[in-house]
Nanobody
Framework: QVQLVESGGGLVQAGGSLRLSCTASGRTFSTYAMAWFRQAPGKERKFVSAISRSTYYADSVKGRFTISRDNANNTVYLQMNSLKPEDTAVYCC??????????????????WGQGTQVTVSS
C-alpha cells in the first residue's frame, strides 16, 4: 500500500512563492510518474504538473511552477512562484504506476494524497 503525504501549503500574497512537497511511503517510486493536481471550491480537479522521464505543465502554470523529484527520499516537489489568486486551491499529489491515459488525466493515477491548501490573497 502506498501513502502520499503533502506539505508546504499555506497563505501567501499574490506574487509570492510556496514549495509543496509530497513524500511517498510503501513503494519505491523512482520509476513511476508523479503529478500534482488542484481543485478549487466548486470546480473540477485540474492537472497542474507531472514528472516522469520529462516534466509537463498546464499552460496556466508554465513558466511559474517547477516540478522536481528526489528519488533517494521518495519525494516530489512543486515550486510555485509568482502566485496568483486564481492559483488558490487544494493541491494533491498523485502516483501513477503505468499511466494509461496520459500524464494529465487523473484516471492515470493509482494513489492520491489528502491534499494541502494553497491560498493566494490579492
Amino acid at each position: 500500500q502506498v501513502q502520499l503525504v503533502e506539505s508546504g501549503g499555506g497563505l501567501v500574497q499574490a506574487g509570492g512563492s510556496l514549495r509543496l512537497s509530497c513524500t511517498a511511503s510503501g513503494r519505491t517510486f523512482s520509476t513511476y510518474a508523479m503529478a500534482w493536481f488542484r481543485q478549487a471550491p466548486g470546480k473540477e480537479r485540474k492537472f497542474v504538473s507531472a514528472i516522469s522521464r520529462s516534466t509537463y505543465y498546464a499552460d496556466s502554470v508554465k513558466g511559474r511552477f517547477t516540478i522536481s523529484r528526489d528519488n533517494a527520499n521518495n519525494t516530489v516537489y512543486l515550486q510555485m512562484n509568482s502566485l496568483k489568486p486564481e492559483d488558490t486551491a487544494v493541491y494533491c499529489c498523485a502516483l501513477g504506476i503505468s499511466p494509461p491515459y496520459g500524464l494529465s488525466s487523473p484516471y492515470s493515477y493509482d494513489y492520491w494524497g489528502q491534499g494541502t491548501q494553497v491560498t493566494v490573497s490579492s
